[in-house]
């Protein structure tokens, strides 16, 4: 597969679709089985408390999967990511209820480098809160 996007049709301030990734317990607990990542802040709610957080939160990287959807998806290849980086700057916190938490993320081409590749800067937030910072993607583009 090749990216889908042309370098010469992207201008800086481009922006992707925006997306918002729905995250309930049980999207925690097939991410746990899939990953191996059973640390119990993800799970159990008795022991995220205890230990200082408001509830169950869902896994960093699972946030962070999330987001880079929205490249992937502009892109039309996984496989046109080069880099990828985030910091953690909050939770996204996950009630046991039947709506859980919302993810939602959104992305604009930041910087247009050499070799037909573009940096991506994405913002994700969850409850009005900002989740990740620094989150940058660069694409390669056909």
Sequence with gaps: MTAKIS??????????????????RATLVRYAGASGDFNPIHWNE????????????????????????????????????????VRFTKPVVVPNDDKGALIEVSGKVAQKLDD????????ATSAGQKVLGMSRAVVQLA
């Excluded at 370098?7 to 309930?24: C, I, K, N, R």
């Excluded at 962070?64 to 039309?76: H, L, N, S």
């Excluded at 037909?116 to 913002?123: E, I």
Aim: no cysteine; hydrophobic share 50%; net charge negative.
């Design 7 to 24: 370098y010469d049709s992207v201008e800086v301030g481009t922006e992707l679709t925006a997306q918002s990734f729905p995250v309930t």
């Design 46 to 85: 008795k022991f995220a408390v205890e230990v200082g957080l408001p509830d169950v939160i869902a896994h960093g990287m699972f946030t962070m999967a999330e987001a880079i959807r929205v490249v992937t998806d502009w892109v039309g290849d996984p496989a046109a990511v080069v880099e990828y980086g």
């Design 116 to 123: 037909n590749r573009v940096r991506v800067d994405l913002v």
